[in-house]
């Protein structure tokens, strides 16, 4: 048998011991009698840890394995190859330690569940820089190439395992805000989590989308008989008095339990607006908040922006011409915008409309005003070129909330809450509210966008930044995707409106 075959066998056979220990794990968590328990019996595990032990195993322990074994019957030596999979489980715990968004970001998760086990290989192979190398080259590149298909296959299992037994999840408060946060779980397409009822003040008239599991003094016996994994305290509530009903009655219980707000932030992305207070942006203040370096952010926009300057500027050169050959008019369009610390710049754009179009704003519409070249550079997004430039020079950065008009600025920080925060960091050119609300066209949308750019702010680090510009690529060949809002309380909360109105 050659070895390309005993690789294949031994890549399969890793792969199958992978799933059979995920299998494991399944099983020790299940329940007797579809998830329903009762008396003293209860699962071994949460739906929660499971899922944890899960994504350990399939990430970190079997891409290892594969990599391990492909080089163990290459002929490497026994303590080369347990230097290999110690680094690479390692490596995999140290890039994994740190939660991040991934089930939101469909391109970046591939990309990323890659380079974790690529990550590990390239640390292990460093010994070699320096004397005899532990792995040759061809050995090398058959673990990775094992390892990282390992990897696609552990997303498929993944996904099979949170579509069966997902989080049943239960909200303490009103059967309005559970209905919204169901609806929320499903259109973000989340399969991990379930909203499967709401304890608390039972609905009078027609049932509720999620059924009522009863009052707040029943939280225990709710728990048990339906084997609830998680208890969302919704915004509004009587935390205080949930807290000590909690404590009293499911201390022993594997149940465990968030406040919406905190679930917004680990599940959904995001931090509806409506939710908080000022009290919300103590995290800044915190003793053990540290965002990115501004040394490491600044280090990722210089390299990257002035990568894509050399590889751009045949296509600028191409768009500043056309432009220019149409109508002879200027080649770039000036905006006036917020920045930094409400440090206003102009940014750069190529040029779209006509050269009059600013006399003409209010007779026609843009469609109307946008020159041949214009509908070309809006439409491939060329037109925002120039503003790398503006990013290797310091007044933007490659991610971060888009930079609006003073005027803009002015209307909205008496519109949407904390509007004005947007400037504790550098605007940028794509961001995180743009890969996932799109292009805000109401108020409404801007108050979503809102929303994911306070996610931004306080979760930004050079790591992020890095996965958002995966994501934008999705975002740029998707083009004209539909703006999808949630509903209007769910972005403000059930009792505010806009400010000033």
């Known amino acids: 048998m050659g070895d390309g075959a005993k690789i294949v066998i031994i890549a399969i056979g890793a792969v199958a011991l992978a799933a059979v220990v995920a299998a ?3 099983v020790t968590f299940r329940t007797v009698g579809e998830g329903k328990w009762s008396g003293d019996t209860a699962p071994v595990l949460s739906a929660l840890a499971a899922q944890r032990y899960y994504t350990r195993v399939l990430y970190g322990l079997a891409p290892a394995g594969v990599a391990s074994a492909i080089a163990l019957v290459r002929g490497v030596r026994v303590s080369a190859v347990v230097f290999l999979f110690a680094v690479m489980i390692i490596t995999a715990t140290a890039l994994r330690a740190k939660p991040r968004p991934l089930h939101l970001m469909p391109i970046a998760r591939v990309a990323f569940n890659a380079f974790v086990p690529a990550a590990g290989l390239a640390v292990a192979l460093i010994p070699g820089a320096f004397g005899q190398a532990l792995i040759g080259p061809q050995t090398a590149f058959a673990a990775l190439t094992a390892a990282v298909t390992t990897t696609f296959m552990a997303d498929w299992l993944e996904s099979r395992f949170e579509t069966d037994r997902p989080v049943w999840t239960a909200v303490i408060g009103s059967a309005s805000f559970a209905n ?5 779980i499903e259109d973000t397409g989340i399969r991990g989590y379930k909203v499967v009822g709401y304890i608390g003040e039972e609905l009078a008239g027609p049932p509720a989308r999620v059924p009522w599991l009863g009052s707040l003094e029943d939280v225990r016996s709710a728990v048990r008989q339906e084997s609830i994994d998680l208890l969302v305290i919704a ?6 008095e949930i807290f ?6 499911c201390l022993d219980l594997q149940v465990r339990m968030i406040e919406a707000t905190a679930l917004y932030e680990g599940l959904l992305g995001h931090v509806p607006i409506g939710t908080i207070n000022s009290a919300w942006f103590q995290f800044i203040m915190h003793p053990r908040y540290s965002p990115s370096s501004p040394l490491s952010k600044r280090a990722l926009d210089l390299f990257v922006s002035g990568l894509m300057l050399l590889g751009a500027l045949p296509f600028m050169l191409v768009c500043a011409l056309a432009v220019k050959l149409e109508d002879r008019g200027p080649v770039f369009y000036r905006q006036r915008r917020v920045g930094e610390e409400g440090r206003e710049f102009d940014m750069l754009k190529f040029r779209m409309l006509r050269p009059d179009a600013d006399e003409l704003w209010g007779s026609m519409n843009e469609d109307e005003m946008l020159t041949r ?5 809006r439409k491939t997004h060329f037109n925002e070129l120039p503003q790398l430039w503006q990013i290797f ?4 950065s490659l991610v971060g909330p888009r930079p609006e008009p003073p005027e803009l600025v002015n209307e909205l920080s008496g519109l949407v809450p904390y509007y004005e925060r ?6 940028g050119l794509t961001g995180w509210a743009q890969v996932r609300c799109g292009y805000a066209g109401s108020r409404f949308g801007t108050a979503w966008k ?21 994501q934008t690529v999705h975002v740029l060949v998707e083009r004209d995707r539909e703006e999808q809002l949630p509903a209007k309380d769910f972005i403000l909360g059930e009792t505010i409106e806009f400010v000033g109105h």
């Not at 915004?235 to 205080?240: A, D, V």
């Not at 000590?244 to 009655?249: G, K, L, M, P, S």
């Not at 020079?393 to 933007?396: H, I, L």
């Open 393 to 396: 020079k310091g007044e933007m």
């Open 422 to 427: 947007r400037a504790l960091v550098k605007p």
């Open 450 to 470: 809102m929303c994911h750019d306070l996610y931004y702010i306080k979760h930004r680090s050079a790591a992020f930044d890095l996965l958002i510009l995966l």
């Open 373 to 377: 070249a214009g509908r070309v550079l």
């Open 235 to 240: 915004p509004q509530s009587r935390r205080l």
């Open 244 to 249: 000590e009903r909690a404590a009293r009655e």
């Open 24 to 26: 494991a794990i399944e």
């Open 180 to 184: 919204k946060l169901a609806s929320e």
